[in-house]
């Protein structure tokens, strides 16, 4: 939850991409 600051409050700690997010 780093790139997208305004979906980190909904998308959980996937790690889909790397990033710590789903997208």
Request: charged share 25%; net charge negative.
């Amino acid at each position: 939850s780093v790139k997208m600051a305004e979906n980190e409050d909904i998308q959980p700690l996937v790690c889909d991409n790397g990033t710590g997010m789903v997208k």
